[in-house]
T-cell receptor, first 114, second 117 residues
Framework: GAVVSQHPSRVICKSGTSVKIECRSL??????MFWYRQFPKQSLMLMAT?????????EQGVEKDKFLINHASLTLSTLTVTSAHPEDSSFYIC??????????FGDGTRLSIL | DQQVKQNSPSLSVQEGRISILNCDYT??????FLWYKKYPAEGPTFLIS?????DKNEDGRFTVFLNKSAKHLSLHIVPSQPGDSAVYFC????????????????FGKGTKLSVIP
């Protein structure tokens, strides 16, 4: 099946640090990539949708200057959490979608800000 | 406001028996529904989907039923196996309205299925 690689799987860093998370589709071209955030015992909450070569569309309440998304190619999207603070600690997960295909998910990144 | 609801946070089933996971939705614009399975420390894996033009879709041991009038869908797993133990997420999208061949999903909170040997 389709494979989506997300890296790193876990990050622990100090408050004020910027953290970059990569999401790659390994065996298909992803016309669209999605970034989600999940709190414990909650559903996956969509943060933003990005199409290759264009600006990401952010969901209401998500700060675009805080969560920078770059979708430079059909196989790579990055999420940068800028100047991260403890309240940004969460589980971030990406998904990639080819044309008229289901979304395929990465394994997520556990971000812990001290 | 939770547009996709999975009211049972957990479910335990004996191996070999049927597992039935339920999902309700409130948005009448939703017309494509998916089930994902998630193991700990892994991302969700696509399992099965159903379009609103159907009321049933079957794939091996997995069958999804859709009742549009009740805004309810269910995933049946039969026979259940210990390897099916995971968190199951129901997701929905108004695919007909999204265009461009891609679509955003709205997820439920998930149901943790435990299959007891």
């Amino acid at each position: 099946g389709a494979v989506v690689s997300q890296h790193p799987s876990r990050v622990i860093c100090k408050s004020g640090t910027s953290v970059k998370i990569e999401c790659r589709s390994l065996d298909f071209q992803a016309t669209t990539m999605f970034w989600y955030r999940q709190f414990p015992k909650q559903s996956l909450m969509l943060m933003a949708t990005s199409n290759e070569g264009s600006k990401a569309t952010y969901e209401q309440g998500v700060e675009k200057d805080k969560f920078l998304i770059n979708h430079a190619s059909l196989t790579l999207s990055t999420l940068t959490v800028t100047s991260a603070h403890p309240e940004d600690s969460s589980f971030y997960i990406c998904s990639a979608q080819g044309f008229n295909q289901p979304q395929h998910f990465g394994d997520g990144t556990r971000l812990s800000i001290l | 406001d939770q547009q996709v609801k999975q009211n049972s946070p957990s479910l335990s089933v004996q191996e070999g028996r049927i597992s039935i996971l339920n999902c309700d939705y409130t948005n009448s614009m939703f017309d494509y529904f998916l089930w994902y399975k998630k193991y700990p420390a892994e991302g969700p894996t696509f399992l099965i989907s159903i379009s609103s033009i159907k009321d049933k879709n079957e794939d091996g041991r997995f069958t999804v039923f859709l009742n549009k009038s009740a805004k309810h869908l269910s995933l049946h797993i039969v026979p259940s196996q210990p390897g099916d133990s995971a968190v199951y997420f129901c997701a929905a999208t108004p695919i007909a309205y999204s265009g461009a061949g891609s679509y955003q999903l709205t997820f439920g909170k998930g149901t943790k299925l435990s299959v007891i040997p």
